[in-house]
């Protein structure tokens, strides 16, 4: 009987000095670097199991693998797979789920002071050489703030979410969750959407993308935040309208703007962040909150951990 082979198709997903520890049943593995739409197909249809981070696996790919039993995400979202045909097709779909905790809280605390105190902006200005021309031992060319005593807004209430209000309570911050958008009722503990916006200095999301909360933050909402107010996006490209964002900074509707995710990845020059990355209240991030050591050595133990509890027969971290 043939071992079961595995095939990992964006192996540079993860950096080259992270290890990925050896199952742990006898295997055939084969990794890729990248694999592109047209090369899936070959590289998948004699896999028993399939790791991909960011490739997408649909019907069209899967309906030829008659070996496939597993598809192990290596990331949280698995928006990457045909969920739909993978349960009709008993096949297996895990992800990875809480290795993050640490690494995206610490990303937004960074991004927030990062902007309140405009440090981009004193750094530029040092290379500009406005320090020489000043004369003096300082200079104040940007308004710096403090973080202490402000109101963090957040939207997503799970690990990420709460994981981020525990870091903003330790630094002196009020902290508010929002209730889904367009509720009737508020759960406890929660404050409406709408309201959650006015009163927060700092804004986080950390939802998921979905019908629901795509463009969750868009014109209309920007147009309800405080003109001091932060936006710092983490969770998806999707949640914010990327051109309203932009308007939004240019017209001092808020004050700025911390973006890791985007709504194409990776974003070319047309996407309106970076068109408009010299904004010196725009602070822009490639999809790194994440990335921590870590946290991305974290995430290959529990990947790791996934297929070999699905060798065993056990389910973990079972999205279907």
């Known amino acids: 009987m043939s071992l079961p082979k595995v095939v990992f198709l964006d192996r540079a997903t993860i950096p080259s000095h992270i290890v990925i520890p050896k199952i742990g ?23 028993d199991i399939v790791i991909s981070n960011k490739v997408y696996l649909g019907e069209t790919q ?11 995400v290596a990331a949280t979202g698995y928006n990457n797979v045909d969920i739909h045909y993978c349960q009709a097709r008993n096949i297996g779909v895990t992800n990875v789920r809480g290795y993050a905790q ?6 937004v605390i960074a991004m927030m002071f990062s902007l309140r105190r405009n440090l981009m902006g004193y750094h530029n200005d040092i290379v500009k050489g406005e320090w020489q021309r000043n004369k003096q031992f300082c200079f104040f060319t940007h308004a710096i703030g403090d973080i202490a005593g402000s109101t963090l807004g957040i939207v997503g209430s799970g690990a990420l979410g709460q994981a981020t209000a525990s870091l903003a309570r330790a630094i002196g911050m009020q902290v508010v969750f929002a209730e889904r958008k367009g509720a009737e009722k508020c759960r406890e503990g929660y404050l409406p959407f709408e309201t959650v916006l006015s009163m927060s200095d700092v804004l986080s999301l950390h939802c998921p993308l979905s019908q629901e909360t795509h463009n969750l933050i868009g014109e209309p909402e920007l147009q309800l935040m405080k003109s001091n107010a932060i936006l710092i996006n983490t969770g998806r490209g999707g949640l914010v309208d990327e051109h309203a964002l932009v308007n939004a900074l240019e017209h001092s509707i808020i004050a700025a703007a911390g973006v890791d995710v985007f709504t194409q990845e990776p974003a070319d020059i047309n996407n309106p962040l970076l068109d408009n990355a010299h904004l010196p209240n725009l602070l822009l991030t490639p999809h790194v909150a994440w990335g921590s050591d870590s946290a991305i050595q974290s995430l290959a133990n529990i990947l790791i951990d996934n297929i070999d509890a699905f060798l065993r027969t056990e389910e973990q971290n079972r999205v279907v």
């Open 102 to 107: 640490q690494s995206v809280p610490e990303h």
């Open 25 to 47: 049943h006898s295997h055939q593995w084969v990794e890729y670097d990248y694999t592109q739409p047209e090369q899936v197909l070959e590289r998948i249809q004699d896999a």
């Open 62 to 72: 899967l309906k030829h693998c008659s070996n496939l039993a597993l598809i192990a």
